[in-house]
């Protein structure tokens, strides 16, 4: 063979020319690189397993919120003289061998001469099947309109206290129902009042540094210095008697934001002082925006989603701070219902060892300060997506 | 490091005068006072000779007189009807309720709260140290999963139930008498090792109890801390110079995750303190927290105030000393004057 035979014949590609080819993005990078900030927090977030799932559960109690009188067997009021402090009864579906249905046993009631206590075994004689989406209890719906429609019902005559009765001898896992609708939405209101006075005060003082900084700085120090709860005692001590259930429980709320809102401030006020040297920043004052409209136009937009992350981490604390002082009996009273309300029942060592089941409204609230924290933590991971 | 000191001490001096101010401003709130009730009470059975020490009291501590006055007298820079003497001359006030000086009532239970807080804050230490330190150093592992969750259900759950249920089973397990921080024969008794021994026996609850959430959130810090400090460049380098992990460890990240453990102590303090006082007031510790509830409820304003005073105080002194050690381990603090914090 010939030396000539062995070179490479000339080769030119047809492919059109293309010197970016290398560079080109693949539709994933694409997708990425278009999509807005909010999306891809949201992808960001969606990867935190613990997280969404605490999302999910927060979403159904404060979905139940809404139709709390349609999810309650019972109405909040109605009490059952003959069960004063009625165990739970347990849903069954097998009665000797057979089928039934979902059902409870119901009570067989004897006092204890001895004690004075009240002893309930179940009698597997008489048979209460459950009814669903049935007519019950009466109730104002939202407190406007009437209705008696529910999504369970004990059977006619019969009885369904699946967490047992209280003292006066009301079905416990209606007042829990109830009393989400209290306790959730006092969270919110607390760091709607703690968000505003944050913003502001730590907002005026990360935009304009100096004295004034210096000034708000030393203040939140000392608020920050006070013991959240004996000052919550003494303030909400201080709510009249006069007023009413709704004014005490705006004015809890008050108080529960009143005393949060330094974490908040600082956490503004440090971003601010970095965001405001930035070029953008200096362009809209140049163009003579008015401080309200930087900080609100420019600079808060920009870590908004760490905001949230950090409120979402509060709310807890307000939840636990409300039960506390209700516990305590100085926050919310009677008639109005939250989970401190009913712990309140709890206060003493008897409840602990003779009626457990009175505890039951600390599993609500531990459920939904757990997942206020997930949530708060898959927020706060996903606020800055660019990381 | 002198310097420093002088300067955060000078600062206390307008952080505590607003504080008593709000303090202040706080127990007056409520409409009327213990003794108006109490005189209207006595005009209606008619009883004039306790009436006229109630009216002395009222001149005595210028309840008729404008709140401002009032405040500046309950302070000590103002001279009221004994001449200057409040808060800066050690005179806290009279109890109206219990008819007696508030210092008299209240110093073996400020006593009391203080060794608590002292021994929850000691506790959380020993505690979310070395769990901190370890979780760690041996990030998602089986030990660090589990431990975290603790901390998480640790921090939801309400303190005040802990302590019921705790309780409950120090009583049937262990036999420990129910409530208080020691046994009751001691109470009125001086100070004696029998004594210390029954705080001590009886101190464990109120310590877990308060102490659970604070140590929750401390192991979090301190584990995001060092993760931060392990990642980084000098700890690699140190790594493949062959540097004996455990003294790698010790050397330099600790000593830079520690720097937040101690300023914590600012924060932690205020919230341990909130903290006992519900627990307190579920156990009856003799604490100053079930006493300051009575005291709010019964408008004893002198009593309360001087409890939220003493409480605040705490806090305060709390601060000071994590703002000092964090001065002593971060020349950068010291040198800048704090503004680096």
């Given at each position: 063979?010939?030396?000539?035979?062995?070179?490479?014949?000339?080769?030119?590609?047809?492919?059109?020319?293309?010197?970016?080819?290398?560079?080109?993005?693949?539709?994933?990078?694409?997708?990425?690189?278009?999509?807005?900030?909010?999306?891809?927090?949201?992808?960001?977030?969606?990867?935190?397993?613990?997280?969404?799932?605490?999302?999910?559960?927060?979403?159904?109690?404060?979905?139940?919120?809404?139709?709390?009188?349609?999810?309650?067997?019972?109405?909040?009021?109605?009490?059952?003289?003959?069960?004063?402090?009625?165990?739970?009864?347990?849903?069954?579906?097998?009665?000797?061998?057979?089928?039934?249905?979902?059902?409870?046993?119901?009570?067989?009631?004897?006092?204890?001469?001895?004690?004075?206590?009240?002893?309930?075994?179940?009698?597997?004689?008489?048979?209460?099947?459950?009814?669903?989406?049935?007519?019950?209890?009466?109730?104002?719906?939202?407190?406007?309109?009437?209705?008696?429609?529910?999504?369970?019902?004990?059977?006619?005559?019969?009885?369904?206290y699946l967490l047992g009765t209280d003292r006066l001898g009301r079905d416990l896992l209606s007042r829990i129902v109830y009393g989400t609708r209290i306790s959730l939405t006092i969270g919110l209101l607390g760091i709607a009042v703690s968000f505003l006075i944050?913003?502001?005060?730590?907002?005026?003082?990360?935009?304009?540094?100096?004295?004034?900084?210096?000034?708000?700085?030393?203040?939140?120090?000392?608020?920050?210095?006070?013991?959240?709860?004996?000052?919550?005692?003494?303030?909400?001590?201080?709510?009249?008697?006069?007023?009413?259930?709704?004014?005490?429980?705006?004015?809890?709320?008050?108080?529960?934001?009143?005393?949060?809102?330094?974490?908040?401030?600082?956490?503004?006020?440090?971003?601010?002082?970095?965001?405001?040297?930035?070029?953008?920043?200096?362009?809209?004052?140049?163009?003579?925006?008015?401080?309200?409209?930087?900080?609100?136009?420019?600079?808060?937009?920009?870590?908004?989603?760490?905001?949230?992350?950090?409120?979402?981490?509060?709310?807890?604390?307000?939840?636990?701070?409300?039960?506390?002082?209700?516990?305590?009996?100085?926050?919310?009273?009677?008639?109005?219902?939250?989970?401190?309300?009913?712990?309140?029942?709890?206060?003493?060592?008897?409840?602990?060892?003779?009626?457990?089941?009175?505890?039951?409204?600390?599993?609500?609230?531990?459920?939904?300060?757990?997942?206020?924290?997930?949530?708060?933590?898959?927020?706060?991971?996903?606020?800055?997506?660019?990381? | 490091?002198?310097?420093?000191?002088?300067?955060?001490?000078?600062?206390?001096?307008?952080?505590?005068?607003?504080?008593?101010?709000?303090?202040?401003?706080?127990?007056?709130?409520?409409?009327?006072?213990?003794?108006?009730?109490?005189?209207?009470?006595?005009?209606?059975?008619?009883?004039?000779?306790?009436?006229?020490?109630?009216?002395?009291?009222?001149?005595?501590?210028?309840?008729?007189?404008?709140?401002?006055?009032?405040?500046?007298?309950?302070?000590?820079?103002?001279?009221?009807?004994?001449?200057?003497?409040?808060?800066?001359?050690?005179?806290?006030?009279?109890?109206?309720?219990?008819?007696?000086?508030?210092?008299?009532?209240?110093?073996?239970?400020?006593?009391?709260?203080?060794?608590?807080?002292?021994?929850?804050?000691?506790?959380?230490?020993?505690?979310?140290?070395?769990?901190?330190?370890?979780?760690?150093?041996?990030?998602?592992?089986?030990?660090?999963?589990?431990?975290?969750?603790?901390?998480?259900?640790?921090?939801?759950?309400?303190?005040?139930?802990?302590?019921?249920?705790?309780?409950?089973?120090?009583?049937?397990?262990?036999?420990?008498?129910?409530?208080?921080?020691?046994?009751?024969?001691?109470?009125?008794?001086?100070?004696?090792?029998?004594?210390?021994?029954?705080?001590?026996?009886?101190?464990?609850?109120?310590?877990?109890?308060?102490?659970?959430?604070?140590?929750?959130?401390?192991?979090?810090?301190?584990?995001?801390?060092?993760?931060?400090?392990?990642?980084?460049?000098?700890?690699?380098?140190?790594?493949?110079?062959?540097?004996?992990?455990?003294?790698?460890?010790?050397?330099?990240?600790?000593?830079?995750?520690?720097?937040?453990?101690?300023?914590?102590?600012?924060?932690?303090?205020?919230?341990?303190?909130?903290?006992?006082?519900?627990?307190?007031?579920?156990?009856?510790?003799?604490?100053?927290?079930?006493?300051?509830?009575?005291?709010?409820?019964?408008?004893?304003?002198?009593?309360?105030?001087?409890?939220?005073?003493?409480?605040?105080?705490?806090?305060?002194?709390?601060?000071?000393?994590?703002?000092?050690?964090?001065?002593?381990?971060?020349?950068?603090?010291?040198?800048?004057?704090?503004?680096?914090?």
């Amino acid at each position: 063979m010939s030396a000539t035979d062995e070179r490479l014949a000339h080769y030119v590609s047809t492919e059109p020319f293309a010197p970016y080819a290398a560079e080109k993005l693949t539709p994933e990078q694409e997708r990425f690189y278009r999509a807005s900030q909010w999306q891809i927090m949201w992808w960001k977030f969606k990867r935190h397993r613990i997280a969404v799932i605490a999302a999910a559960v927060l979403l159904v109690f404060y979905g139940s919120i809404l139709v709390s009188e349609i999810l309650a067997p019972y109405n909040l009021h109605t009490r059952n003289a003959t069960h004063i402090y009625a165990p739970p009864q347990e849903v069954r579906f097998m009665h000797e061998g057979r089928f039934v249905g979902p059902f409870v046993y119901g009570y067989r009631m004897q006092l204890d001469m001895e004690t004075l206590r009240r002893e309930y075994t179940p009698d597997p004689k008489r048979i209460y099947p459950m009814r669903f989406f049935c007519r019950g209890d009466e109730y104002r719906f939202w407190g406007m309109f009437d209705g008696s429609f529910h999504l369970a019902c004990p059977a006619e005559g019969g009885t369904l206290y699946l967490l047992g009765t209280d003292r006066l001898g009301r079905d416990l896992l209606s007042r829990i129902v109830y009393g989400t609708r209290i306790s959730l939405t006092i969270g919110l209101l607390g760091i709607a009042v703690s968000f505003l006075i944050g913003i502001i005060l730590g907002g005026i003082s990360g935009y304009y540094g100096g004295w004034i900084d210096n000034v708000i700085q030393r203040f939140i120090e000392m608020v920050r210095a006070f013991p959240e709860l004996p000052l919550w005692m003494a303030l909400s001590a201080a709510l009249p008697v006069t007023w009413s259930p709704l004014l005490v429980y705006f004015g809890i709320t008050i108080i529960l934001g009143l005393l949060d809102w330094p974490g908040l401030a600082r956490a503004v006020r440090s971003k601010l002082l970095a965001l405001r040297e930035e070029d953008f920043a200096t362009a809209a004052v140049l163009m003579g925006a008015s401080p309200q409209r930087v900080i609100g136009r420019h600079l808060l937009p920009s870590f908004t989603s760490h905001l949230i992350a950090s409120a979402t981490l509060s709310v807890p604390g307000m939840i636990l701070g409300e039960t506390a002082l209700s516990f305590l009996g100085l926050g919310l009273r009677p008639p109005v219902t939250s989970w401190g309300v009913l712990l309140n029942e709890a206060q003493n060592i008897n409840s602990v060892a003779l009626y457990p089941w009175i505890m039951a409204s600390v599993a609500p609230v531990f459920v939904v300060v757990l997942a206020f924290n997930f949530m708060g933590d898959g927020l706060r991971d996903a606020a800055d997506p660019y990381r | 490091m002198l310097n420093y000191t002088f300067r955060r001490l000078l600062l206390m001096i307008p952080t505590l005068l607003v504080i008593s101010f709000v303090v202040f401003v706080i127990i007056q709130l409520p409409p009327g006072d213990f003794l108006s009730n109490q005189i209207a009470e006595l005009k209606s059975q008619g009883d004039t000779g306790s009436l006229e020490k109630i009216e002395f009291l009222r001149r005595q501590y210028g309840l008729d007189k404008p709140f401002m006055e009032r405040y500046a007298t309950w302070v000590g820079i103002w001279p009221g009807e004994r001449g200057f003497s409040g808060l800066l001359q050690g005179d806290w006030g009279w109890s109206f309720e219990h008819d007696l000086p508030v210092k008299d009532l209240v110093g073996q239970r400020m006593l009391l709260s203080f060794i608590l807080n002292f021994s929850v804050i000691l506790f959380t230490w020993a505690v979310a140290f070395p769990i901190g330190v370890y979780v760690a150093t041996h990030q998602y592992s089986w030990s660090d999963h589990s431990l975290t969750l603790l901390g998480y259900v640790g921090l939801a759950t309400p303190n005040f139930l802990l302590a019921l249920v705790l309780l409950y089973f120090a009583n049937i397990e262990f036999g420990l008498s129910i409530g208080g921080i020691m046994d009751p024969e001691f109470l009125s008794q001086p100070w004696s090792w029998a004594k210390i021994g029954s705080v001590l026996t009886h101190l464990w609850i109120p310590v877990i109890v308060i102490g659970t959430s604070g140590t929750a959130a401390m192991i979090r810090r301190l584990r995001a801390n060092l993760l931060d400090e392990l990642q980084k460049q000098y700890v690699v380098t140190a790594r493949a110079k062959g540097m004996p992990p455990f003294r790698l460890l010790v050397k330099y990240p600790l000593r830079m995750s520690l720097n937040p453990f101690v300023s914590d102590i600012g924060n932690l303090l205020p919230s341990v303190i909130s903290g006992s006082a519900i627990v307190a007031v579920v156990l009856s510790l003799q604490t100053s927290g079930p006493m300051l509830l009575d005291a709010i409820r019964s408008q004893d304003t002198y009593l309360a105030g001087s409890f939220l005073m003493f409480l605040s105080m705490l806090a305060v002194i709390g601060t000071l000393v994590s703002d000092l050690l964090l001065a002593a381990l971060d020349p950068r603090i010291r040198l800048t004057g704090g503004a680096a914090k």
